[in-house]
């Protein structure tokens, strides 16, 4: 690779490990409001006898969107399970084949399920105008279920990112995960 379109790739990876920091810090503030939505509702019911199902449906709509859009950040800091038996005893260029394997043979054909089937739950939810079982629920059901297709979009991005950074470290044999630029960046 030249270095001018190493530059290019490795400026497009910083852009959308930001635009996912961006949204992780959203989501900081999604957690925030899902405990205090959640705490709200035990002190009505338990305390004062009084249950609202909308309120307990913003508990679990809140909960839900801080998973799927916070998916991406997790995956960027590194919040995902991996077995790490080899992985860590291998070196740089190592980890980025593993981790670029992963990312085209594990999480596209995933994400591609996950989008496959996931439009089509939404897309019958929203021409029906799906809401809530209950009178007193939330309405518009099919925007909680359009947050699958959200959950792709972020975590897509990020598995670009991750593919780009893990070309770099094979090609340049210079560590450029997302890891190794957090401890850069602090340093």
Known sequence: MASASMTAVQTVADRLDAFTSGVGRVVAYLMLMT???CFTNVCLRYAFGIGLVWLQESFVW????????????????????????????MGHRGQAMVDLFGTLAFMGPFLWMMAYYGWPFFYSS???GERSAYQTGLGALYLLK????????LVGLQGVAIALRSLLTIVTGIDHSASARQVQDVT
């Open 146 to 153: 359009g947050s699958l297709l959200v959950f792709v979009l």
């Open 62 to 89: 809140s909960h839900t969107l801080a998973i799927m859009l916070g998916s991406s950040f997790a995956l960027l800091r590194g919040g995902f399970v991996r077995v790490d038996t080899f992985y860590n005893r």
């Open 35 to 37: 405990v205090l939505i």
């Open 126 to 128: 929203w021409q029906m």
